[in-house]
């Protein structure tokens, strides 16, 4: 059942991704907005449908939470150390420094505002709807920015709205089925295994949850478009950091890992300083710094696994 759901998560996500393409080309966005807003928030729909059907099965008595948070977390792990380090193998990865200090600054923010909404241990409904309204503010933001928009290139090819709109809505609907298939199987995985259910939410559901942005980003860097693939996965991180947790606590109180907040939370605001430093001082993310920011996922993944 987990693999079949995750399997769904991926392909339903990557149907709905072309559908929202194709909307924002019509829309006229340009590549760096269809990566941070379009594609991750495509892309993170199975983040978002665990956390809300999670949120819905707290709502009814039983306690979800570490799926919501570990899997939110796991996936934002896997996003800035797994896929941007394999795409950085593929090819040389920079941004403009505008682009460095306004959204990876949100990025580091949003990281600090869930650590203090989780200290005490829980994320309650009024801390939900807090972190969805400043998801909500960055989004507007970023779309009110004459920079997010470019003029058409010639001969540029989209699908018509209707039929894009027909592929996104689709692709969501086997999101759904998805994550009904992971949410229940990653209990029993747990059970049958002896392992505790954050764990398997932050290192299975996180990496498979990852699928789909590292489908898009290493097709990206094969088309030559670095900006669309940073993008996404900058945008990916601070959807997930602010979104899934926020929406699944407006449905329902969520208790907050003790051990995801001294460690996971704190080893990923790491990483990610190490990567905007290398954006910063290194021009950009080649074959070492990826190699660099791997090596650290891997003894992440290594280091979480041994505790379980």
């Known amino acids: 059942m987990l693999t079949v759901g995750l399997i769904g998560l991926w392909r339903g996500t990557d149907l709905a991704i072309h559908g929202a393409v194709s909307i924002a080309r019509n829309l006229r966005l340009s590549e760096f907005v269809v990566g941070i807003a379009v594609l991750s928030i495509g892309s993170d729909l199975p983040e978002l449908t665990i956390a809300i059907d999670a949120g819905i099965r707290n709502l009814e008595g039983a306690d979800m939470s570490d799926v919501v948070v570990g899997s939110a977390v796991g996936s934002s792990l896997?996003?800035?150390?797994?896929?941007l380090g394999i795409a950085g193998l593929?090819?040389?990865l920079t941004l403009p420094m505008y682009i460095l200090k306004q959204h990876g600054g949100v990025m580091l923010g949003a990281l600090v505002i869930l650590v203090l909404t989780g200290l005490d241990g829980t994320v309650t409904r009024t801390e939900g709807v807090s972190l969805l309204t400043i998801y909500a503010i960055y989004f507007v933001l970023l779309l009110t920015d004459r920079r997010s928009y470019e003029k058409p290139k010639d001969g540029e090819k989209t699908a018509a709205l209707?039929?894009?709109?027909?592929?996104?809505?689709?692709?969501?609907?086997i999101v759904i089925v998805g994550a009904e298939l992971t949410v229940r199987s990653v209990t029993n995985v747990a059970e049958a295994l002896a392992i505790d259910?954050?764990?398997i939410a932050i290192v299975i559901i996180g990496i498979g949850t990852s699928l789909p942005e590292l489908s898009i980003s290493v097709g990206a860097m094969l088309k030559k478009r670095a900006q669309m693939s940073v993008g996404n996965l900058i945008?990916?991180?601070i959807f997930d950091t602010l979104v899934p947790i926020g929406a699944a606590a407006v449905i329902a109180r969520l208790s907050f890992d003790e051990l995801?907040?001294?460690?996971?939370l704190p080893f990923l605001f790491a990483l990610t300083v190490i990567v905007m430093f290398f954006f910063a001082h290194k021009k950009g993310l080649q074959k070492g710094e990826a190699i660099t920011v791997l090596g650290l996922y891997i003894a992440y993944v290594l280091v979480r696994?041994?505790?379980?």
Do not use: E, M
């Open 78 to 83: 896997g996003q800035i150390g797994l896929v």
């Open 90 to 92: 593929l090819g040389y």
């Open 162 to 173: 209707p039929t894009a709109w027909a592929c996104a809505l689709g692709g969501v609907a």
């Open 197 to 199: 259910a954050a764990i």
């Open 235 to 237: 945008g990916s991180n």
């Open 260 to 264: 995801i907040l001294r460690f996971d």
């Open 305 to 308: 696994l041994a505790h379980a």
